[in-house]
């Protein structure tokens, strides 16, 4: 989830100076998609890039950079919103939320019948009812998801459920933690938040930067290499 994977990077995140970090110059979460999108384009041209000189951890660590960023915004969103917001917010979004859930419950125990070890571990999900628990569910439905794919797969599982399980797991907390009243230095979430950003794009570019080098002259595959959002 977005959490761990700001968990596993913090450190490096946070040790970048002052003078090293940018402001976005894009939606974030158009950062984070295009980022996301460039590491599946990216995967096929190893044996090109690498000898150009690209650090292939540079796009290992793609998806938990994006991860990290994605949890980032939705920490500093939720300190934007004073508690009577997201309060409102949390009763619109929340019901869809659990209704997602369900769903995914529902979709699980089907594609795990033959297997009691995994249809245990969703009946223990399924029990419990409190907002905190359903937040704690779709984190825990999305990672045995992702670790049982081909099961999934038999079903004919629409993984855009998973991706919203994990998005909405990460953003609800956010908004939930406010309505409940738990204070926040907005400054100093805006200042990691945007350390997130400066992180990921450090490794975006340095990838991009090699992509138009190797296929200056292949227009097919150096189109991967372009920022959709700033070629419109």
Known sequence: MSKQDFETLQEP????R???VKIPNMPVHASVQEAEDLFEWVQEDQEKLEPAGLDWQLVTDLP??????????????RDSLTQEE???EWKVKSPEAFDLRDVLVHDFTHAFRRRSDLTNKVRAIREGGTNSDMLQDLNNLYQLGMDNKPLLDAIGFDWAKLEQARTWSDELASILAKANGERFDMEDTKVIRDKAYTYLKEAVDEIRLHGKYVFWRDDNR???YISKYHNR
């Open 222 to 224: 150096r189109q991967g």
């Open 18 to 20: 002052p003078e090293e």
């Open 64 to 77: 938990i950079r994006a991860g990290a960023l994605r949890y980032s915004e939705a920490i500093w969103n």
């Open 13 to 16: 995140i946070l040790a970048l």
């Open 86 to 88: 997201a309060q409102k």
